[in-house]
């Protein structure tokens, strides 16, 4: 499938994809929408110095950028693990220029090392930081060790309304550790009621730049 690459209203770049008339980011501002959702929302809140994030939707790789250089800044031990159907060709991944606005040095490294790490191995971005980098569909993923927090980045429910289902989102809850969380840029009634359906307590946030809310769903363990 084609992509463009697009400037959005912060300056960072997203892919927009002509086919299904879809951004892979907010236009608002691809780097304030990661980081507000991903990071300030979900890493930051996390209890512990050592924990499993599990993205759906690796895409352009600028969360687990921002994850791992949030991991270097705060300490925190992080294994990685980024499932992605359709890899954003390197050569693109190579102009988004997501370095130049994040205020660390380490920043080109660490999103050089992203870019070029292998697929389905464990590869050491930063020593409290591994990723691994699946070539699936979540719908035939299967992963035994579990996660404290995922980010659900995939592209909205009117593109791939496959993902956003219950039968999806249990086996999200599946994947939780006791009292994990799920982030998402998507604060959709159905999609919240459908989260509720499968288990999960569901909070309602403010939203990052263009978006009135965004969504923290945490594992009830006493559901399931």
Known sequence: MKLELRKTADGSNTLYLPELDEHYHSFHGALQEANHVFIQNGLLNQ???SFRVLEVGFGTGLNALLTAC???RMGYTIDYVGIE??????????????????????????????????WSAINSIHPKFQLIKLK?????????????????????????????NVSILKKMYSFLNSAGELVTYCAKGQFKRDLKSSGFEVFSLEGPPGKREMVRARKNKSVF
């Open 85 to 118: 159907a359709n890899p954003v060709p390197i050569e693109l991944m190579e102009k988004m220029d997501y370095p130049r606005l994040i205020n660390d040095k380490n920043a080109a490294v660490y999103y050089e090392q992203i870019i070029h790490s292998k």
């Open 47 to 49: 209890k512990k110095t």
């Open 136 to 164: 699936e569909r979540v719908e035939d993923t299967y992963i035994a060790k579990k996660f404290d927090l995922i980010y659900f980045d995939a592209f909205g429910p009117r593109v791939q309304h496959e993902i956003w």
């Open 70 to 72: 949030a991991s270097s």
